[in-house]
């Protein structure tokens, strides 16, 4: 069989559904956003942190929590075929940094302020800003358990998003007090979810005893109505816990945030404690938070690390991509500083020897690459030289080459027309290609 015969018989392959190329011009908007990012982690000293994307199932089953919807219905877990280890694609990040911590001892000398960027995969239904492989954004600060930090890491959020041009995100937040007060208010919805057993779904009903907190977080129409009514945790929390809200509260004003207190704001993960917030928008639909998180120290002692405060948000990119998309905020993608137009296979040793010259002088270089399989005419060059975006193009013509020169002519208005530049000298002239005309 001939290669043409195989190629004509292969099945063409496409994306997993829900798992999405990032292609330019749109990989350039995840760059803005990128760097964008690591400036103001910089700048908040939060030092990046890159976990594995495969962990242990049972970090997540005891992290995440056993009867949150990632656990049972959203991960991609599998069985090791080479040991039968279980293992998931990591669902979120949170139990993955405070498993290196752990076992790393990461904060034996204080505490560790620490930022993710990556993947993180859920099998669920694709929708917009929703997908099964999506990218988030995360900040978690471990070993700190003052309200000062809880505060901190939501004016970086606000910053960010600052940063990003969004407007109308608005920022809610309630606490979860510790232990002892969330097992007199679970009591309490016990007793209130028993009494109107008929209007609780299976799920719900399911969760009475293991969860109530959770059947607060339902997105179930028919029962918002009775979630409204039922006991608020805030009425549980005694003089410590209140004070750590009141806290973070006066801190968020002072700065100039607003934010308003939503009671029936749990969080979907089971690890959470004191302090918890969302930055929602109601331009997005449906899949209005754009970044969620809160206080977890209890999530050390739960992974077999000592007990050790913490507190983090995530952030979900796909959908702060979308909106900073919807709001007219899109960045512009980049385009080179000069386009190399090479008439012939002659000059290619000469022209990309000066690229390369050029290119570590900082300058940004697109060669035009179908030269020695045939060169297009110098006036198809120059339609690509312009198309690319670029400000200048070098011209490595057989007249400029027996000069060792080469001339630089502007694409754009407002410069002068054309110059010829010293093959010899480029170091000297290189960041003149750097200024637009």
């Known amino acids: ?45 939060y030092r990046n942190i890159r976990t594995p994307i495969v962990e242990p199932t049972a970090l997540f089953v005891r992290g995440t929590g056993e009867t949150t919807d990632i656990v049972e219905k959203e991960m991609y877990s599998f069985a090791d075929k080479l040991n039968g280890e279980e293992l998931t694609l990591r669902p979120e990040n949170t139990p993955g940094v405070v498993r290196a911590a752990i076992q790393h001892n990461l904060t034996y000398d204080g505490g560790k302020r620490l930022y993710y960027m ?67 208010h679970r009591s309490a919805l016990i007793a209130y979810f028993e009494q109107h057993l008929e209007l609780l779904d299976a799920d719900s ?53 607003n934010w308003s207190v939503n009671p029936r704001l749990v969080r979907g993960l089971d690890y959470y404690s004191h302090t918890v917030f969302e930055f929602v928008t109601d ?53 080179p500083n000069a386009y190399a137009v090479i008439p012939d296979a002659v000059a290619l040793p000469r022209a990309m020897q000066a690229v390369q010259t050029l290119r570590g002088a900082g300058v940004s270089v697109q060669m035009h690459a179908a030269v020695t399989a045939g060169a297009d005419s110098m006036k198809t060059q120059f339609k690509k030289a312009d198309a690319s975006g670029a400000a200048y193009a070098l011209v490595f013509g057989s007249d400029e080459l027996a000069e060792n020169a080469v001339t630089v002519k502007a694409l754009r208005e407002g410069g002068a027309a054309q110059r010829r530049e010293s093959l010899s000298d480029i170091v000297k002239w290189a960041s003149t290609l750097q200024s637009r005309t």
């Open 1 to 45: 069989m001939t290669e043409k015969e195989i190629d004509s018989k292969a099945e063409k392959l496409t994306a997993v559904k829900g798992m999405n190329d990032i292609l330019p011009p749109d990989s350039a908007r995840w760059e803005w956003l990128e760097d964008q990012v690591r400036s103001l982690m910089g700048r908040y000293a």
């Open 118 to 184: 990556g993947p993180m995969f859920r099998h669920e239904r694709p929708q917009r800003g929703r997908y099964r492989q999506f990218y988030q954004l995360g900040a978690e600060a471990l070993g700190f358990a003052g309200p000062e930090v809880d505060a901190e890491l939501m004016l970086l959020v606000h910053e960010l998003f600052a940063a990003f041009g969004l407007r109308n995100v608005r920022v809610e937040l309630n606490s979860l007090g510790v232990a002892a007060e969330r097992r007199a």
């Open 205 to 257: 009903q399911r969760r009475l005893h293991m969860n109530p907190l959770r059947i607060l977080d339902t997105k179930n129409p028919a029962m918002q109505a009775l979630v409204q009514q039922a006991p608020q945790l805030l009425d549980y929390l005694g003089p410590d816990s209140l004070q750590h809200f009141d806290t973070v509260k006066t801190l968020l004003s002072a700065c100039g945030v």
């Open 283 to 335: 331009e997005l639909g449906a899949q209005g938070t754009l970044c969620g998180g809160g206080r977890y120290d209890g999530l050390f002692a739960l992974l077999g690390g000592k007990p050790t405060p913490a507190v983090g948000w995530g952030m979900g990119l796909e959908r702060v991509l979308e909106l900073i998309k919807q709001q007219g905020e899109t960045p512009a993608a980049p385009v």
